[in-house]
């Protein structure tokens, strides 16, 4: 897996998980929203989590092997 675009692509879900007030068009609002919609969070989250899972598993393997 290429680190860069990995970091990345951790980049971007940090980005659209910014919390931000909901304000706007002239409505004050109490709460907050992502910064980027639910549905491209989870479709970002979902390429994060895979990433995540072969990088831990990977390191499983690894510290295994090197334990032998």
């Known amino acids: 897996?290429?680190?860069?675009?990995?970091?990345?692509?951790?980049?971007?879900?940090?980005?659209q998980t910014v919390m931000r007030n909901a304000s706007g068009g002239g409505v004050i609002a109490a709460s907050n929203v992502t910064a980027t919609p639910d549905v491209e969070v989870t479709k970002q989250a979902h390429v994060s989590e895979k990433m995540r899972a072969r990088w831990v598993d990977a390191a499983t393997v690894e510290r295994a092997e090197g334990e032998l």
């Open 1 to 15: 897996m290429n680190a860069e675009w990995a970091l990345n692509e951790f980049d971007k879900l940090i980005e």
